[in-house]
């Protein structure tokens, strides 16, 4: 707030004294001039009366016409207050104009000294308020600056999401026709090659060969396309486990070399700050590899008390002194839209950096709290169903009766057809999500189940977990596309025997169906 302070426009040094004396003893900073003209001059250079007090002889009728002008030339927040001390005789037009506006006073003389007093007193509360609708006029001056800055901003962040996500279309649009559709195509062919060698068996052997190994090829590339737009290892197991794999991934697809510090006391509570805080990590160090310069990138993630905290930091090239991506026109939109997600979710994002030095992005996000389902656990005997041996002399071993859990129709297809070429395997049930296997367990009674690890409904870990609470004796085989070590160790720790991936040989299912995991294969849980 500006100070108070009262001008006086007196010719004769008593009066002069008198109101100047009044001033201060209301606490009020004073002015006091003999003209019109030099206080006209006084505010011209700066200096910021709050009242202005008159005496009617100090005015002469040029003087009150420019001080007229003057008043008329004040912001459209400001109205001086002027008191205008009169005697009570008729004035001409120049005064007239002066008395006509809205903010002059008229006080008669004789006057006592309280009655200016009272006055000034409201004249300087007058001019208080004006002085607080100045400022909130400035403060919203520059907050209708800043909200047309970040309209601007977000409008082009919007163009730029719509390409962002019209490239990811082109993406998958060049993988499938120029790898998957290419590969399925050279398949078709090789299978062609195969029918007319029908009779020529080791012709024959090698053109399947070399069609399984364009499936691998196809089914490959599909689990990479896959963990790109999802990895299962965060929705599975976890932010730490998820930015282990971006580590390897990026270092694999980019060259850029990840030091991971990441203590599990770090890991978020909820699935979407998850999620967002590995999608920030993502787009941070692909910034990294696009701006930085650099061959090598720390990410570490920590719990603070009530807050989880991520930095990603290199040693590039690093950023302009002061840089904030909220006020950069031609600015990275990555880091802005990175703030913009972690202040949805209460947090803040900060930029420490120094040119050629590197920079070192901090992100973070309250902790929420932890979910409270109630989660079965797994039974303490986890006791492994033996298949009957012919014990009874002359008995051949009965088949064992397997049941086939995948949301996949041709997935089912293809496993039954493969077993029930062997007779020792007998396929007594298919079903299509984990709460549907949890029921045929009480009713089919099978001897093994083959499930899925991703399916609606009820995934194969849950489903694993509840069937092997209540039914120990059945064995379970976890099956997926996905190869990561996290997604075997949940199927493994909910009392899945093995892992297995569905690409690999169908004679690897065989054989684990018929003889059972070996106890090193089932302790590991590395995927085969």
Same mark, same amino acid.
């Given at each position: 707030?500006?100070?108070?302070?009262?001008?006086?426009?007196?010719?004769?040094?008593?009066?002069?004294?008198?109101?100047?004396?009044?001033?201060?003893?209301? #606490?009020?900073?004073?002015?006091?001039?003999?003209?019109?003209?030099?206080?006209?001059?006084?505010?011209?250079?700066? *200096?910021?009366?709050?009242?202005?007090?008159?005496?009617?002889?100090?005015?002469?009728?040029?003087?009150?016409?420019?001080?007229?002008?003057?008043?008329?030339?004040?912001?459209?927040?400001?109205?001086?207050?002027?008191?205008?001390?009169?005697?009570?005789?008729?004035?001409?037009?120049?005064?007239?104009?002066?008395? /006509?506006?809205r903010a002059v006073e008229v006080?008669?003389?004789?006057?006592?000294?309280?009655?200016?007093?009272?006055?000034?007193?409201?004249?300087?509360?007058?001019?208080?308020?004006? *002085?607080?609708?100045?400022?909130?006029?400035?403060?919203?001056?520059?907050?209708?600056?800043?909200?047309?800055?970040?309209?601007?901003?977000?409008?082009?962040?919007?163009?730029?999401?719509?390409?962002?996500?019209?490239?990811?279309?082109?993406?998958?649009?060049? *993988?499938?026709?120029?790898?998957?559709?290419?590969?399925?195509?050279?398949?078709?062919?090789?299978?062609?090659?195969?029918?007319?060698?029908?009779?020529?068996? !080791?012709?024959?052997?090698?053109?399947?060969?070399?069609?399984?190994?364009?499936?691998?090829?196809?089914?490959?590339? =599909?689990?990479?396309?896959?963990?790109?737009?999802?990895?299962?290892?965060?929705?599975? /197991?976890?932010?730490?486990?998820?930015?282990?794999?971006?580590?390897?991934?990026?270092?694999?697809?980019?060259?850029?070399?990840?030091?991971?510090?990441?203590?599990? %006391?770090?890991?978020?509570?909820?699935?979407?700050?998850?999620?967002?805080?590995?999608?920030? =990590?993502?787009? $941070?160090?692909?910034?990294?590899?696009?701006? !930085?310069?650099?061959? #090598?990138?720390?990410?570490?993630?920590?719990?603070?008390?009530?807050?989880?905290?991520l930095v990603v930091r290199d040693?590039?090239?690093?950023?302009?002194?002061? *840089?904030?991506?909220? =006020?950069?026109?031609?600015?990275?939109?990555?880091?802005?839209?990175?703030?913009?997600?972690?202040?949805?979710?209460?947090?803040?994002?900060?930029?420490?950096?120094?040119?050629?030095?590197?920079?070192?992005?901090?992100?973070?996000?309250?902790?929420?709290?932890?979910?409270?389902?109630?989660? %079965?656990?797994?039974?303490?005997?986890?006791?492994?169903?033996?298949?009957?041996?012919?014990?009874?002399?002359?008995?051949?071993? /009965?088949?064992?009766?397997?049941?086939?859990?995948?949301?996949?129709?041709?997935?089912? /297809?293809?496993?039954?057809?493969?077993?029930?070429?062997?007779?020792?395997?007998?396929?007594?049930?298919?079903?299509?999500?984990?709460?549907?296997?949890?029921?045929?367990?009480?009713?089919?009674?099978?001897?093994?189940?083959?499930?899925?690890?991703?399916?609606?409904?009820?995934?194969?870990?849950?489903?694993?977990?509840?069937?092997?609470?209540?039914?120990?004796?059945? #064995?379970?085989?976890?099956?997926?596309?996905?190869?990561?070590?996290?997604?075997?160790?949940?199927?493994?720790?909910?009392?899945?025997?093995?892992?297995?991936?569905?690409?690999?040989?169908?004679?690897?299912?065989?054989?684990?169906? $018929?003889?059972?995991?070996?106890?090193?294969?089932?302790?590991?849980?590395?995927?085969?």
């Open positions: 707030m500006d100070d108070l302070s009262v001008a006086i426009v007196a010719p004769t040094g008593r009066d002069a004294e008198l109101m100047g004396r009044l001033m201060r003893s209301e #606490r009020l900073a004073c002015r006091t001039v003999d003209s019109i003209s030099a206080l006209m001059g006084q505010l011209c250079d700066g *200096y910021g009366a709050s009242v202005v007090v008159i005496a009617e002889e100090a005015m002469g009728s040029r003087e009150t016409r420019d001080f007229v002008d003057l008043l008329d030339l004040q912001p459209r927040w400001s109205d001086l207050p002027v008191l205008l001390l009169a005697s009570g005789r008729d004035s001409g037009p120049p005064l007239t104009d002066l008395v /006509s506006r006080l008669f003389r004789p006057l006592r000294p309280e009655t200016l007093a009272a006055a000034v007193r409201a004249a300087v509360e007058n001019r208080r308020r004006q *002085y607080e609708i100045r400022d909130l006029l400035r403060e919203s001056e520059r907050l209708n600056i800043r909200l047309d800055h970040r309209t601007r901003q977000l409008r082009r962040l919007s163009l730029q999401l719509s390409d962002a996500e019209e490239r990811e279309r082109r993406r998958l649009a060049t *993988y499938v026709h120029d790898d998957l559709q290419q590969i399925l195509a050279g398949t078709a062919f090789h299978l062609d090659v195969a029918s007319r060698r029908i009779d020529d068996r !080791a012709s024959l052997r090698d053109s399947l060969s070399r069609v399984r190994g364009l499936l691998d090829e196809a089914i490959a590339g =599909t689990r990479n396309l896959s963990q790109e737009l999802s990895p299962t290892s965060l929705r599975r /197991s976890g932010l730490v486990a998820a930015l282990k794999w971006l580590a390897e991934h990026v270092r694999s697809l980019h060259g850029l070399r990840v030091d991971l510090n990441a203590s599990s %006391v770090g890991e978020p509570a909820d699935g979407a700050s998850a999620t967002f805080l590995f999608r920030a =990590t993502q787009e $941070l160090l692909l910034n990294v590899v696009k701006h !930085a310069g650099a061959d #090598r990138a720390e990410v570490s993630l920590r719990g603070e008390g009530e807050h989880i905290e040693h590039g090239r690093g950023f302009p002194s002061g *840089y904030d991506p909220d =006020t950069d026109e031609d600015g990275t939109f990555g880091l802005f839209g990175v703030r913009e997600r972690a202040e949805l979710f209460g947090g803040s994002m900060e930029i420490e950096s120094e040119p050629g030095i590197g920079s070192a992005i901090r992100l973070r996000l309250p902790r929420p709290a932890r979910c409270t389902d109630p989660v %079965v656990e797994a039974g303490e005997d986890r006791r492994r169903g033996a298949q009957a041996s012919g014990e009874a002399a002359g008995t051949a071993p /009965s088949p064992v009766r397997v049941v086939l859990v995948d949301d996949h129709a041709v997935v089912r /297809s293809g496993l039954k057809m493969v077993l029930v070429e062997h007779p020792q395997i007998d396929v007594v049930g298919e079903f299509s999500d984990g709460r549907q296997a949890v029921e045929a367990a009480a009713s089919v009674h099978p001897d093994l189940m083959l499930m899925d690890v991703a399916m609606p409904e009820m995934d194969g870990v849950e489903a694993t977990r509840l069937i092997k609470h209540d039914h120990p004796e059945i #064995r379970v085989i976890g099956l997926s596309m996905f190869d990561d070590r996290e997604t075997a160790d949940l199927m493994i720790e909910a009392g899945a025997e093995i892992y297995l991936s569905k690409s690999g040989p169908s004679e690897r299912l065989v054989e684990a169906i $018929l003889t059972g995991a070996r106890q090193g294969e089932t302790r590991s849980g590395a995927p085969a």
